[in-house]
């Protein structure tokens, strides 16, 4: 399944439909054109906020980085960016641990198990190339399937743009 695929190309590299956490804004909107959705996290202050394309969402500090990326699986399918304006790959979703599992290793891709519950249990992978960027897969308890995943990074320092530098449309 192609989205096997893509998942442990997420799981291994943070990438997902051209984006990664540590890419700028402006780059982002370079590759795939201006955002679909976009809106604050907090209504009470501009930064941090969230951007998406298709099903793909990610998070921004004020700096214009990005510090989350993530995809919900819970619907029957999702809609990646397929790396330029305007183009998506549909894939359907409904996959369970076992077949990632085996995919990972695979590929040769290591995890840790995160958490477990009577609900929910979630395991993460380290971005090869991103050093402190974790990707954490969570799925059912009850049927094991994915429910979603988020590749987070904890290294970089927020600069936020200097006072008086021009309004870059981002974060309105």
């Not at 998506?88 to 085996?102: C, E, H, I």
Request: charged share 25%; aromatic share 12%; glycine share 10%.
């Amino acid at each position: 399944m192609e989205f096997l695929r893509v998942l442990t190309e997420f799981g291994s590299a943070a990438r997902l439909g051209g984006i990664r956490p540590l890419d700028g804004l402006a780059d982002i909107v370079e590759r795939l054109g201006p955002f679909e959705k976009s809106g604050r996290i907090n209504q009470r202050r501009r930064w941090p906020h969230w951007f998406g394309y298709g099903d793909v969402t990610f998070e921004s500090c004020q700096c214009r980085i990005v510090n989350r990326l993530s995809l919900r699986t819970w619907y029957e399918s999702v809609r990646i960016p397929a790396g330029a304006p305007g183009e998506f790959r549909t894939f359907p979703t409904g996959v369970r641990f076992d077949r990632l599992a085996d995919a990972f290793a695979g590929a040769g891709l290591e995890w840790r198990e995160l958490h477990r519950s009577d609900r929910e249990f979630a395991f993460a992978t380290q971005a090869a190339e991103l050093p402190g960027v974790s990707v954490a897969f969570t799925f059912t308890a009850d049927d094991q399937l994915l429910y979603s995943v988020h590749a987070t990074e904890s290294g970089h320092l927020c600069h936020p743009p200097a006072p008086g530098t021009p309004d870059d449309g981002f974060g309105r």
